[in-house]
């Protein structure tokens, strides 16, 4: 089966539809934080995006050749017509059993966050060549190995649920309120989303009446005008 036309080929009413796959791991780990970089367009950098991107930089390098017998495509594009994604993978090895997708993380591998991420590119890859890929792995630089992942019923319907979810999010430009928990300090948008401040209903309120409030000038002001 040919592979389908590039995201930019196609005939869409409304291209804010389409979604990165790689806002399928931001709205895994915290909705709000996937908004604020998909919707509103923030992003700032702290120890772990940099590292991230340095880890990134070495693996991306949009070359393929033989690994030990195995083809093997870095930076990858990818797109699905049916789920209207599009984004990149790592890694894909071209193995005899079929192509297996390799997502790089430069931080520990936990779940389900990076799984969904590479389950999308597996339905990507499925899409474009009219095969199976029934597995992958996430590569962790933290320690050093792979972590296979079987894309299996319960994922796949997992990632297109989170799929759908985030397109509804784009379409109608809504960014979730915060969570305001653990995972917040280490969040790079921490100082963007103020979590501490929004998710206090009472609090925000008294800083916004602060922030608005008109202000009576002095007397002598007020005459000397």
């Not at 919707?39 to 393929?64: C, W």
């Not at 899409?127 to 972590?147: I, K, T, W």
Request: proline content about 9%; overall charge negative.
């Amino acid at each position: 089966m040919p592979a389908q036309p590039p995201p930019d080929t196609w005939e869409t009413e409304d291209d804010s539809l389409e979604a990165p796959i790689s806002a399928l791991e931001h709205y895994s780990y915290c909705p709000r934080q996937c908004a604020l970089i998909h919707v509103e367009q923030t992003f700032d950098e702290n120890l772990y995006t940099i590292r991230g991107t340095l880890q990134h930089e070495r693996v991306d390098s949009g070359d393929g050749r033989a690994e030990r017998g195995v083809r093997v495509v870095r930076s990858m594009p990818l797109w699905s017509a049916r789920l209207r994604l599009q984004g990149k993978a790592d890694v894909v090895e071209f193995r005899p059993e079929g192509p297996f997708p390799v997502e790089h993380k430069s931080g520990p591998y936990r779940r389900p966050h990076a799984d969904l991420q590479l389950c999308a590119q597996a339905l990507c890859l499925e899409e474009m060549l009219g095969v199976a890929v029934p597995q992958g792995a996430v590569y962790s630089y933290a320690d050093r190995r792979r972590h296979p992942v079987v894309f299996d019923t319960a994922l796949r319907q997992a990632t297109e649920q989170a799929v759908a979810d985030i397109r509804a999010m784009l379409a109608q430009q809504r960014v979730p309120p915060a969570p305001n928990d653990a995972r917040c300090p280490r969040c790079s948008l921490i100082n963007s989303c103020l979590p501490f401040v929004v998710a206090e209903e009472a609090r925000l309120r008294g800083l916004q009446g602060a922030l608005y409030h008109a202000w009576d000038l002095p007397a002598e002001t007020t005459s000397n005008a």
